[in-house]
């Protein structure tokens, strides 16, 4: 079935027509598509005097990857040979990047890279929960797949939300 909003917008029903994204471990070689994939995301859902700020923070956080990926799990969708979606867990608890090109947003490859990502932090977490701050476009996302508001200290972006998912002992 076909929403209006995908007649008026071929590039959702492009992405839908295509086979499903293939999940996969990021590779060092992947980092320019990542960099290209993240600062078109941020162009397009962040505001203009915060882009660059975000920009700076998630090539800060890609470059923690780069040198030490031991210590992180990064993960991205592929469609076609590009990379439509990536996830970057930092220290197996601080869900520091997630997007998804505007195209392929709302057909469950940010649902799928949350549960990829959450379930390899299992039995790593030194925190037994994975930490996000989420926009507040994306908390209802978040909400959905279980992460609750937490208390921060650390000083967030207007609208941002301090969120937290545990992985308790069942979950393992």
Same mark, same amino acid.
């Given at each position: 079935m076909l929403f209006s909003s995908e007649r008026a917008n071929p590039f959702i029903l492009n992405v839908r027509r295509r086979m499903p994204p293939l999940l996969r471990t990021a590779r060092l070689e992947d980092r320019a598509a990542i960099l290209a994939l993240m600062a078109r995301v941020v162009t397009v859902s962040i505001e203009s005097m915060h882009r660059a700020e975000t920009i700076e923070n998630v090539t800060q956080n890609l470059e923690i990857w780069c040198r030490t990926p031991e210590q992180c799990f990064h993960f991205v969708a592929e469609s076609e040979g590009?990379?439509?979606?990536?996830? *970057?867990?930092?220290?197996f608890w601080?869900?520091?990047?997630?997007?998804? @090109?505007?195209? @392929?947003?709302?057909?469950?490859?940010?649902?799928?890279l949350v549960h #990829?990502?959450?379930? /390899?932090?299992?039995?790593?977490?030194?925190?037994?929960?994975?930490? *996000?701050n989420a926009a507040a476009s994306a908390v209802s996302f978040y909400k959905a797949l279980g992460f609750v508001p937490r208390e921060s200290n650390q000083? #967030?972006?207007? @609208?941002?939300? /301090?969120?937290?998912?545990? *992985?308790t002992e069942s979950d393992v």
């Amino acid at each position: 079935m076909l929403f209006s909003s995908e007649r008026a917008n071929p590039f959702i029903l492009n992405v839908r027509r295509r086979m499903p994204p293939l999940l996969r471990t990021a590779r060092l070689e992947d980092r320019a598509a990542i960099l290209a994939l993240m600062a078109r995301v941020v162009t397009v859902s962040i505001e203009s005097m915060h882009r660059a700020e975000t920009i700076e923070n998630v090539t800060q956080n890609l470059e923690i990857w780069c040198r030490t990926p031991e210590q992180c799990f990064h993960f991205v969708a592929e469609s076609e040979g590009e990379v439509v979606g990536v996830i *970057l867990v930092k220290y197996f608890w601080n869900l520091c990047s997630l997007f998804v @090109a505007p195209e @392929a947003q709302r057909c469950g490859i940010g649902k799928k890279l949350v549960h #990829l990502a959450t379930h /390899a932090c299992r039995g790593k977490s030194p925190k037994q929960a994975i930490y *996000l701050n989420a926009a507040a476009s994306a908390v209802s996302f978040y909400k959905a797949l279980g992460f609750v508001p937490r208390e921060s200290n650390q000083q #967030l972006p207007p @609208a941002f939300q /301090a969120m937290q998912l545990a *992985l308790t002992e069942s979950d393992v």
